[in-house]
């Protein structure tokens, strides 16, 4: 392994109290720095490019032997090494069975403003999703998920309620938080920046008279879904372009945001590939 590795033996050590503290979005929100926790996700973030200031790693909970590459490779990007007896790794992991990786990494924020090279990347007509005050993390995460799958151009998050970089999100997320581009905005900023490049918004609610499968999705559009309580907003409500609904057989109104989400990306996926 490359570069100076310190050894962490107390659980009083000011870096394991940074993980630690880390986890609190207003540290997060001060020091412009999260947490990342497992292989696969860290690898996602490197392979990403960002930018990886300290990794902390225990020996004996490693899973196999990809973990050692890329120590070493984070290590000649400059990350500082800390390597850990157990029980301060598992004082400093959020997950119940730690494989042994934890990472501390600068956050990357995007606006509006960085949409249209992104949108340009693709020849298809964009595909975007704006995910409107979103408050569980999981959630978030699980869109994440689906946006990666169906390579979606990027996710607006508005009017945010959970913070991207909560760790919850990254796990939820098995990494695709860095494979996503994800913006940040504000809802009336958004809505506008939407009407002004023509790209439809598609508002996801219970109320609307079309169904999901109904809709033309083969065209620019924004896929708007809302909070876990109360759906979207009155404004996203009254600007969209088309309202769509998912069918309800059973005494539930509705689903769940990210399930919702995985559904109508997979329509438009669908109607996409013909």
Request: aromatic share 6%; with cysteine; glycine share 6%.
């Amino acid at each position: 392994m490359q570069g100076k590795v310190i050894a962490l033996t107390s659980l009083q050590n000011s870096r394991v109290k940074q993980v630690i503290d880390l986890r609190e979005r207003r540290v997060r929100d001060k020091s412009e720095q999260f947490i990342i926790e497992g292989y696969r996700e860290i690898l996602r973030a490197y392979e990403a490019g960002y930018k990886i200031d300290s990794l902390f790693y225990c020996l004996e909970l490693f899973l196999g032997e990809n973990e050692k590459p890329l120590i070493q490779s984070l290590s000649s990007k400059g990350a500082q090494l800390f390597l850990c007896r157990e029980n301060i790794f598992r004082k400093m992991s959020y997950r119940d069975r730690p494989d042994g990786l934890i990472a501390i990494a600068a956050q990357q924020r995007r606006g509006l403003d960085q949409l249209p090279s992104l949108i340009k990347k693709n020849t298809h007509s964009p595909l975007l999703v704006v995910a409107e005050a979103i408050e569980k993390p999981g959630n978030l995460g699980t869109i994440l998920r689906s946006s990666d799958a169906v390579h979606l151009d990027a996710l607006i998050v508005c009017d945010k309620c959970t913070d991207i970089y909560n760790p919850n999100v990254v796990r939820a997320s098995v990494g695709t938080l860095f494979t996503v581009p994800v913006i940040e905005s504000k809802g009336h900023e958004t809505i506008h920046w939407l009407k002004k490049h023509n790209i439809s918004i598609v508002a996801a609610t219970p109320s609307a008279k079309l169904e999901y499968t109904q809709a033309d999705l083969k065209q620019p559009v924004a896929i708007a879904v809302g909070t876990e309580q109360l759906g979207l907003s009155e404004a996203w409500m009254q600007q969209a372009n088309i309202q769509v609904k998912i069918p309800m057989l059973g005494v539930a109104d509705s689903l769940n945001v990210a399930m919702a989400t995985t559904l109508l990306l997979y329509e438009a996926l669908r109607q996409r590939r013909g």
